[in-house]
């Protein structure tokens, strides 16, 4: 898939901007502070409905605007689909899905599917387990949109449990040992049913990914010359180096060792049916009962999980260099890519994610940046920001569109000069999405080509 | 003015455009339908209260259906509000009678099993008349919730207990339903004996 077409109102430092985008590689150039990450972020929006850079959606509201309204045209299958976010802080979102209001905001997910670079992602390897977290459950979404609502659901009924567990604690010290919490196994039931769902998705998926990782870490930090992969055979298989095990709260209360996901046999001997992990949930509330009264908490689940990333054998985070963290951040966005395009849903362009890379090149040491830039180089559809045109590598040519204090002056080099559109935007602006789609179908013969 | 849009405001559903436009409407209205819009705000107030048997809204001590003796007496649908008995008597297909428990269980506003019409309920069950109860709460977390809260609590009295069924709306499209709802319908299946 691609995106014909990005329009934002009131969004961050825009009151309106029209971006028709092209299949291959643009980048958006201009100085910090301009807006650039701003476009991508508003991007993201569409595919997620969360940001990248935030948790709560106030700051992507323009100051002095109610809400904030994210469009874009996506093509898929040489079809436009228009995409709309409404960002209403503090209500539910709408989302309209070509002319049709969706019922939840949630099912636009999975329409546009992005898989975006940024800085903050070295945090992945170096972080807390909460990113990691979220990187496992953004990219499950993605495979299987019912998972959303899981997902929703879970932290819902999380939030119900502890605040019934911190009500529990704060009636008296007296009551605590004196008998079950009226109403407790209720929610330990329905938490249970939720997070075992929750927690066999991420063992699922991790198991998938873990090979695709496994070779992104090759060809992002090996030195074989040009291919990919081919150093990595001689040495017995990238998976040696590069390995993703779950550090799961539940076997840990068992007693059961972390799970390496990295090995065939493991992944197989691991799989515990949804009911059984279920039951073993229950049984681990009940066990952590006292414990979790005190602190007011849920002691077990997915929420308390994490994903052990190791390298040459050993835990990245604390032991890989700065350098090695980044090959293993970029590793692993790039692992959920390959794994999108080959085994996500629908079509092979339903299944093609967009590649947005958000001012990544410079964090990156020159050995690196060409690697990465060579291996993106191939999507169907990559956008970048950088502060200065040289820190584009130059593998990647394409579009430039600079910006500048929340205006879009577009493009400078190469690219035909119809299409540019900036804030307001002459008549044509208007009739953009089926503008855009045609040289979007048009475009995509030449772009991959 | 700036009262009465501040008022209508903190109604449910109303924004402060719609208050506005509701303000200026009765403005213009006659003063003879906005005295009975009036009069009718006082009264519903003064004289509308709830069964002490079902905690359904009421004009006497015991709501219509529970002062109708047509209706069935061992089967007992229970529901959050008394908005919900309206909508399954527009069914027509019920004719039992109802337990309105006020809410459902949710730690994260307060709201426990005792500030609800829980233990009314196992006070009418305890005579004995009752044979089966029907939960009806929402199909969301906390209707859940409740409903199974209430099932655990009722077992050992060996009534036949029921939830409503969850799945495809009648007349709708399979495509539009979304994807909980569609695996609920899933779980839900029934055998088609034909």
Same mark, same amino acid.
């Given at each position: 898939?691609?995106?014909?077409?990005?329009?934002?109102?009131?969004?961050?430092?825009?009151?309106?901007?029209?971006?028709?985008?092209?299949?291959?590689?643009?980048?958006?150039?201009?100085?910090?502070?301009?807006?650039?990450?701003?476009?991508?972020?508003?991007?993201?929006?569409?595919?997620?409905?969360?940001?990248?850079?935030?948790?709560?959606?106030?700051?992507?509201?323009?100051?002095?605007?109610?809400?904030?309204?994210?469009?874009?045209?996506?093509?898929?299958?040489?079809?436009?689909?228009?995409?709309?976010?409404?960002?209403?802080?503090?209500?539910?979102?709408?989302?309209?899905?070509?002319? +049709?209001?969706?019922?939840?905001?949630?099912?636009?997910?999975?329409?546009?599917?992005?898989?975006?670079?940024?800085?903050?992602?070295?945090?992945?390897?170096?972080?807390?387990?909460?990113?990691?977290?979220?990187?496992?459950?953004?990219?499950?979404?993605?495979?299987?949109?019912?998972?959303?609502?899981?997902?929703?659901?879970?932290?819902?009924?999380?939030?119900?449990?502890?605040?019934?567990?911190?009500?529990?604690?704060?009636?008296? +010290?007296?009551?605590?040992?004196?008998?079950?919490?009226?109403?407790?196994?209720?929610?330990?039931?329905?938490?249970?049913?939720?997070?075992?769902?929750?927690?066999?998705?991420?063992?699922?998926?991790?198991?998938?990914?873990?090979?695709?990782?496994?070779?992104?870490?090759?060809?992002?930090?090996?030195?074989?010359?040009?291919?990919?992969?081919?150093?990595?055979?001689?040495?017995?298989?990238?998976? %040696?180096?590069? /390995?993703?095990?779950?550090?799961?709260?539940?076997?840990?209360?068992?007693?059961?060792?972390?799970?390496?996901?990295?090995?065939?046999?493991?992944?197989?001997?691991?799989? *515990?049916?949804?009911?059984?992990?279920?039951?073993?949930?229950?049984?681990?509330?009940?066990?952590?009962?006292?414990?979790?009264?005190?602190?007011?908490?849920?002691?077990?689940?997915?929420?308390?999980?994490?994903?052990?990333?190791?390298?040459?054998?050993?835990?990245?985070?604390?032991?890989?260099?700065?350098?090695?963290?980044?090959?293993?951040?970029?590793?692993?966005?790039?692992?959920?890519?390959?794994?999108?395009?080959?085994?996500?849903?629908?079509?092979?362009?339903?299944?093609?994610?967009?590649?947005?890379?958000?001012?990544?090149?410079?964090?990156?040491?020159?050995?690196?940046?060409?690697?990465?830039?060579?291996?993106?180089?191939?999507?169907?559809?990559?956008?970048?920001?950088?502060?200065?045109?040289? %820190?584009?590598?130059?593998?990647?040519?394409?579009? /430039?569109?600079?910006?500048?204090?929340?205006?879009?002056?577009?493009?400078?080099?190469?690219?035909?000069?119809?299409?540019?559109?900036?804030?307001?935007?002459? *008549?044509?602006?208007?009739?953009?999405?089926?503008?855009?789609?045609?040289?979007?179908?048009?475009?995509?013969?030449?772009?991959?080509? | 003015?700036?009262?009465?849009?501040?008022?209508?405001?903190?109604?449910?559903?109303?924004?402060?455009?719609?208050?506005?436009?509701?303000?200026?409407?009765?403005?213009?209205?006659?003063?003879?339908?906005?005295?009975?819009?009036?009069?009718?705000?006082? @009264?519903?107030?003064?004289?509308?209260?709830?069964? @002490?048997?079902?905690?359904?809204?009421?004009?006497?001590?015991?709501?219509?259906?529970?002062?109708?003796?047509?209706?069935?007496?061992?089967?007992?649908?229970?529901?959050?509000?008394?908005?919900?008995?309206?909508?399954?008597?527009?069914?027509?297909?019920?004719?039992?009678?109802?337990?309105?428990?006020?809410?459902?269980?949710?730690?994260?506003?307060?709201?426990?099993?005792?500030?609800?019409?829980?233990?009314?309920?196992?006070?009418?069950?305890?005579?004995?008349?009752?044979? @089966?109860?029907?939960?009806?709460?929402?199909?969301?977390?906390?209707?859940?919730?409740?409903?199974?809260?209430?099932?655990?609590?009722?077992?050992?009295?060996?009534?036949?207990?029921?939830?409503?069924?969850?799945?495809?709306?009648?007349?709708?499209?399979?495509?539009?339903?979304?994807?909980?709802?569609?695996?609920?319908?899933?779980?839900?299946?029934?055998?088609?004996?034909?």
């Amino acid at each position: 898939m691609h995106v014909a077409h990005l329009s934002l109102a009131d969004f961050r430092n825009y009151e309106r901007a029209e971006l028709p985008l092209e299949p291959g590689v643009t980048a958006l150039v201009g100085p910090n502070g301009q807006g650039k990450t701003n476009l991508v972020e508003a991007l993201g929006y569409v595919a997620s409905l969360s940001s990248h850079r935030v948790a709560n959606d106030a700051p992507l509201v323009r100051a002095g605007a109610e809400r904030a309204v994210v469009r874009a045209s996506v093509v898929r299958d040489g079809r436009p689909l228009l995409a709309e976010v409404e960002i209403n802080p503090g209500r539910a979102n709408r989302a309209r899905l070509g002319r +049709a209001a969706l019922p939840r905001a949630r099912e636009l997910v999975g329409t546009l599917r992005t898989v975006l670079f940024a800085p903050e992602d070295l945090a992945l390897v170096k972080g807390d387990p909460e990113g990691r977290r979220r990187f496992a459950d953004d990219l499950l979404v993605l495979l299987a949109p019912r998972l959303a609502g899981v997902r929703a659901e879970y932290d819902r009924a999380l939030k119900q449990r502890n605040a019934l567990l911190r009500s529990a604690g704060a009636t008296s +010290a007296a009551r605590r040992g004196a008998g079950p919490l009226p109403g407790i196994e209720v929610w330990d039931h329905q938490l249970a049913a939720l997070g075992a769902d929750l927690l066999s998705a991420r063992r699922y998926l991790l198991a998938r990914l873990a090979p695709y990782v496994a070779r992104a870490y090759d060809a992002v930090a090996e030195t074989a010359p040009g291919g990919t992969g081919a150093g990595a055979a001689a040495e017995g298989g990238p998976a %040696d180096v590069v /390995r993703l095990a779950y550090r799961g709260s539940l076997a840990e209360h068992r007693g059961e060792g972390e799970e390496d996901l990295s090995s065939e046999a493991a992944r197989e001997a691991g799989a *515990a049916p949804r009911d059984v992990l279920a039951a073993q949930l229950v049984e681990a509330m009940e066990q952590l009962r006292r414990r979790e009264v005190e602190r007011g908490l849920t002691l077990v689940g997915p929420h308390r999980d994490d994903v052990l990333l190791s390298l040459r054998g050993l835990p990245a985070r604390g032991y890989a260099s700065h350098g090695e963290s980044w090959s293993y951040a970029l590793a692993l966005r790039l692992g959920a890519y390959e794994l999108l395009r080959s085994e996500g849903p629908g079509t092979p362009s339903e299944r093609e994610p967009v590649l947005v890379l958000d001012d990544v090149f410079a964090e990156l040491d020159a050995r690196r940046r060409s690697r990465l830039a060579e291996l993106v180089a191939g999507a169907e559809q990559v956008l970048l920001t950088a502060a200065v045109p040289e %820190d584009v590598p130059p593998q990647l040519t394409g579009r /430039r569109v600079h910006v500048r204090a929340g205006a879009l002056q577009l493009p400078l080099d190469g690219g035909p000069a119809e299409d540019a559109v900036a804030g307001g935007g002459p *008549a044509d602006g208007a009739s953009v999405p089926e503008g855009a789609a045609d040289q979007g179908s048009a475009g995509d013969g030449d772009g991959r080509g | 003015m700036q009262d009465l849009v501040e008022e209508l405001g903190r109604l449910p559903g109303v924004g402060p455009k719609s208050a506005q436009r509701i303000a200026f409407h009765l403005l213009a209205s006659d003063a003879e339908d906005v005295q009975r819009l009036a009069t009718a705000l006082t @009264e519903v107030k003064r004289r509308v209260r709830f069964c @002490e048997v079902c905690g359904n809204v009421a004009e006497a001590e015991r709501c219509r259906i529970c002062r109708d003796d047509r209706r069935d007496g061992t089967v007992v649908c229970v529901v959050e509000e008394p908005k919900d008995v309206v909508a399954i008597e527009r069914t027509r297909e019920f004719r039992g009678r109802y337990h309105v428990l006020g809410g459902a269980i949710s730690p994260i506003e307060g709201v426990g099993p005792d500030d609800l019409r829980v233990r009314e309920l196992m006070t009418r069950l305890a005579s004995g008349e009752i044979t @089966e109860l029907i939960l009806a709460t929402d199909p969301n977390l906390e209707g859940e919730a409740t409903a199974t809260y209430l099932a655990r609590l009722c077992k050992p009295m060996g009534l036949r207990i029921t939830r409503l069924a969850s799945g495809l709306p009648v007349g709708g499209d399979l495509e539009y339903a979304d994807e909980v709802t569609l695996g609920r319908a899933f779980e839900g299946r029934r055998l088609l004996d034909v």
